[in-house]
């Protein structure tokens, strides 16, 4: 079944009032197509009658997948005994995420129905800077010492892992919380009943630091193809891990934001159909107009050289096409390393190799386009279109201008991103939208230099 | 130790030639970590001469992370014998990777090296379309039958798991390979050991087929949380499964892809300091050229209204101001909706939803922006700067064409992405670099008719 096919098929029962059958089909399928089923289903009680259908793990599986306003919306139609069923199976990280959305009385009915350690370990989560490792950490992971034996090792994950995110990589630690080994449950089974922890477990452990970036996170999960990360506090104390699923979504959220920021838009992880006019509003004009504002410099230069502009008018034809080539130049480069900066795959310090190869690649570029554009002025807008005011020297101020600008602005769209990072701002925000202002500018002022040179305007 | 402390280390002891050092670094470190180390270290004798202190099972590890051009060195400095005891290490779905990128030569001999049953093995993946599931995915998974117990199956994972990338994701399959159900090692290990497979797998199991795309694997793998995704074929066999590391490569190389296209370049996945000035000339070009070429409409409108700006030239000074804007404006509808639609938030279905949302946030942007310009025009420009020539009247003009411009590109950059995916065409192609030249479009047209109603140019 398709999801239409199973929405209409919810439908159906919820019209027939079949429970039994309700009961049987929503506890059938994944939680993450429950969410999305419920999400659907048009008003706020039949989601309440639906959830309560639900056994107790598909419920707190389906509650964590909802988004903010049916978790607050839920809450509020749920019992304490509910409210505390549902606490109770989910997972510690993604309580603390959940009450970073609520509002501040539903916050404390979350506390209220929540064990006093549970608590302590959420308080502990939600210290934690937005954006870092331990804000998206759990403290659930599976612990063993290094003395030991495979058997011992798995009664302890038998006896503790049920409560656990993921019970396949485990942590050795010493007496005082200090990460000194790793394993997992593969090379555990691989391993004799008899074998000591302390003889298979891998001692170079790589870890993650509680107040670093959760992005440097994700990527380090991705680049060990690790299915979870150990996170250590200051004293190297081993107190959460970070799992693969939550990397996942980390890097789906930084990426977006990434696009939106070089579409010059402030970054909200809400989802498009979900955002309010105002929201999107908000998030959008204040880059529309500091980018309106300055691109109003444009025609402080078109002003200045009014008069001289005014002697050869064709030029002024072709300033959107020129502005345009140069911004598209200057986008691709800016994109191009925005993207390499944020794969880690270019640093600071390769910022002379990347102004080499733009400036190449700006050369070969802007000769290409400006003979193409030489052939189609002299033969398409001269000889068949039969614009006589298009000469040779006017092609030529045009097709110089666009070689020069296309050098231009690669070296500028490429090196701007790498200079942003250096001085500890986003790469992202700085690039696109800025770079076609900027390349506007030069474009400009390019072009009338070439026109007063070669045209003696 | 960072990665510049590690780097300095080997490069000390292999200065030193201290072979046992050398060999006890290499391989106490992560295998991601060998390689981007091996990349850095300058020759190919030394980087072959390092590779050979690997043990087997971490020259296998290091092996698949190098880029295409290290390993096609590599092999060709390898003895069959170290070829053949590299590739018995590997994954089968990273030998079909890696024989991807290769010359005929090395397949050849690559294909030489291989036991016919691994060989036939990665020609069924090879066979696969490209970025389909059945190309990322891997044919050894750990498969069990309905009526084992508990223990049968951890026997059996014992034996086999070994050579599995996974075993953490159990399969039932009936006698004719049909995917039955799914269980977990976690679920294994918190039953009993004479507990029936039947009794606790899962029988709703979500998969995919060998045929459907690549990028829906990798957001079910997302969306479920899953650490590998069953791929059936078109008979519902169980050929393989796709695991949730290679699902985060593949959503990594789809939004640099995306990114690339809307900067308006043709994708490619080689990283950017690797990629040859000529490759990356060959990537932009193409599209700079296009829209260069595109963008001359703008020109043809403006020589067609020659006459009439020439009445008014104060008009012309603000056409890179008003295109500049035009362009934002869609951009960032066309950026937010192609990457909604990338994540499944919204769909064709959507269209009339996103077009009714586009257009009031279009009008209350156009209205700030407009009011805005008014002001600024009225009191910078007019007043301070003492231009006479921006009357009211030319304000309003240039006003105007920002509100309905405004309008017009928020509908356009948002609806476009939607048609080309209704079309089947990529969303992400058609948006940012051809929105910015259709809204140029419109919004000189826009421009010119409220200046002939208003300025009766």
Known sequence: MNFEEMLEYLEKLHKERNVRKLKAFLNEINPADIAQLLEEVGDERTRVFLFRMLTKENAAETFVEFD?????NLIRAFSDTELKEVLDEIYIDDVADIIEEMPATIVKRILRNTDPETREAINSILKYPE??????????????????????????????????????????????RHLIGVTTVKELLLSDYDDIIEDLMETNVISINTLDDRETASHMLSKYDFLALPVVDTESRLVGIITVDDAIDVIQEENTEDIQKMAAITP??????????????????????????????????????????LQAYVLTAFIPMLTDTGGNSGGQSSATVIRALSLNEVGIKDIFKVIWKEFRIGTVSGISLGIVCFIKLMIFDRIILG??????AVALVICLTIFV??????????????????????????????????????SLLIYIGFAILILNI
Chains 1, 2 share one sequence.
């Open 268 to 309: 909200t992880d809400t989802p498009y159909l979900k955002t309010s006019v105002i929201e999107s509003w908000k998030k959008r004009i204040p880059w529309l107009m500091l980018l309106m504002i300055s691109a109003t410099l444009t025609s402080q230069i078109l002003t200045t050289f009014e008069d001289r502009l």
């Open 405 to 442: 600008e296309t050098i231009c602005a690669k070296i500028i769209g490429s090196t701007l991103p790498i200079i942003a990072k250096r001085m500890g701002l986003d790469p992202a925000v700085l690039a696109n939208p800025f770079i076609s202002t900027i390349s506007d500018v030069i």
């Open 68 to 72: 903010g306003d049916t978790q607050e």
């Open 131 to 176: 954006d870092s490792a331990g804000s998206i950490m759990t403290p659930e992971f599976v612990d063993l010492k290094k003395d030991m034996t495979v058997e011992d090792a798995f009664k302890r994950i038998r006896r503790t892992g049920v409560d656990k995110e993921t019970i396949y990589t485990c942590y050795v630690t010493d007496a005082s």
């Open 387 to 392: 614009n006589g005011a298009i000469t040779v």
